[in-house]
């Protein structure tokens, strides 16, 4: 069956510091992958996604991901995190070919200033 | 553009009471989803509306859980009786047709659900 683990729950970093969440999947096929972010009281919001090509992908609010096949990782990177990345952050694999998201348990990030 | 939005935004009720949660997806997508995350758990899958119709509802934990998407537009979820158990976040999203873009789903802010 198809899963997704953030091995991570909290995360801690400092303001300016680089960051980079786990994420692991458990898929037989070429999966399509995306890292999501939820900021206190809103929804989630779609960071970036894999689908197939170049395996390092670039997304919104200066995050970058890359795919590795071998590792069955697309971990979650930014160079200098800002005190406005801190959220909770997911990882989700489609499932098969109906369509719905499965889910990682999520990492919580906290910026110190 | 209007996002996904949900109503009402968080709900206290009394075990074995009714709730009706709404979602209103964005305008043209055919594809709406409901996700619940439970306290500590990851958010799961409840089910998935094409148009009006139910496409898959495996998520869904039992027969007390009622879904409906009249017309295609807006959806209903309802809880009747709800259980303590029941409680959590629910995560309604949607997406537009197409082979991968519909993989591609925007989410609305949940409703948090509290039975007591």
């Known amino acids: 069956a198809q899963s997704v683990t953030q091995p991570d729950i909290h995360i801690t970093v400092s303001e300016g510091a680089s960051l980079e969440l786990r994420c692991n999947y458990s898929?037989?096929?070429?999966?399509?992958l995306f890292w999501y972010v939820q900021s206190p009281g809103q929804g989630l919001q779609l960071l970036l996604k894999y689908f197939s090509g170049d395996t390092l992908v670039q997304g919104i609010k200066g995050f970058e991901a890359e795919f590795k096949r071998s590792q069955s990782s697309f971990n979650l990177r930014k160079p200098s995190v800002h005190w406005s990345d801190a959220a909770e952050y997911f990882c989700?694999?489609?499932?098969?070919?109906?369509?719905?998201?499965?889910f990682g348990k999520g990492t919580k990030l906290s910026v110190k200033p | 553009e209007a996002g996904v939005t949900q109503f009402p935004s968080h709900s206290v009720i009394e075990k074995g009471q009714t709730v009706t949660l709404r979602c209103d997806p964005i305008s043209g997508h055919d594809n709406l989803y409901w996700y619940r995350r439970v306290m500590g758990k990851e958010i799961k899958f409840l089910l998935h509306?094409?148009?009006?119709?139910?496409?898959?509802e495996s998520g869904m934990p039992n027969n007390r859980f009622l879904a409906e998407r009249t017309g295609g537009t807006y959806s209903t979820l309802k809880v009747q009786p709800a259980e303590l158990e029941d409680s959590g976040v629910y995560f309604c999203?949607?997406?537009?047709?197409?082979?991968?873009?519909?993989?591609?789903?925007?989410f609305g802010p949940g409703t948090r659900l509290t039975v007591t």
């Open positions: 999203a949607s997406s537009p047709s197409g082979k991968l873009i519909s993989y591609e789903q925007y």
């Open positions: 509306f094409v148009k009006e119709s139910k496409q898959d």
């Open positions: 989700a694999v489609v499932r098969g070919s109906q369509g719905n998201l499965i």
């Open positions: 898929y037989g096929a070429t999966p399509y």
